[in-house]
């Protein structure tokens, strides 16, 4: 077989591989076709409706062009209908993709400051959850993050918004937003407070800045995964750390490349991750803002790494192993996984 025809075949390959998710942001997954259905909700925004225009428009400068976009998409979902649109949505999207379990990292800070009351954001998300894996076959987990950008007012409302709504999706508490300007320290109270209601601790953290920030998320927040976490090969003593400790990282390939974070994907630390032993997870951030989606993220991996169907089967493994489904819920997905790979193994134009 040639090069490029064992390309096109891996690339099917995942399209059919199941896949859980665990680092991808809800109104970072808002597709342009979902964009224009919010926008024609709310004909008075400034983001453009027109297909090709949106593509212009989600072409990034740097991370705070980036940030700023993000923001005018926000913008956008002004009630709890735009919310329950937005979600199911995304899970449509997911479904396309055999994305079957996704921890979806979602920002209510964003919503109840434009004044949607929490109570009927959590429930517009809840809905959407329980329609989306009863219609389309996509388990949703949400992750509540901090918008770092927005200070310390945020991080009190999404802890509160977190211990006292507590929606039956929710898994686990989060921080994103720029790095530089915004250490990690100063949001431990807040991270205390989720954890001590059962709630996972992922940070973003080593994306935009040095592994010390990685430091502080494991020491200060509790980290359990490192959003990104692409600054960390630059300190040997936390790769032994991650590696010791069994810590997955939340690695985003093509978004370090659209935010600048990292400068080509040759340059991408990914490699010595993976040589390291470091339990690695693909993942996509912001899927249609980066011009990527899952499926595409796993066939740069297994570029970067050289990876065949074995090798993709087992990053699938990895996100399933990382994420906080229950272990029954682990064994089925991964089972599910293997069959994918038996399935390939056993139609004989694969057989070797
Ligand atoms: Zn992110």
Redesign the pocket.
Known sequence: MSDTAAAADLETFIAGLPKAEL?V?HV?SASPRIVAQLAARHPNAKVPSDPQQLAEYFTFRDFAHFIEVYLSVVDLIRDAEDVRLLTYEVARDMARQNIRYAEL?VTPFSSTRRGIPDREFCDAIEDARKAAEAELGVVLRWCFDIPGEAGLESAEETARIATELQPAGLVGFGL?GPEIGVPRPQFKPYFDRARAVGLHSVP?AG?TTGPQTVWDALRHLGAERI??GTTSTQDPALVDFLGENRIPL?V?PT?NIATRAVATLEEHPIREMFAAGLKVTINS??PPMFGTDLNHEYAVAARLLDLDETGVTALAKNAVDASFLDDAGKAALGAEIDGHLAAHRADPRHRA
């Open positions: 680092h942001h970072g990292t994103g973003h994306e959003g990104h939340e985003c978004s951030d912001d």
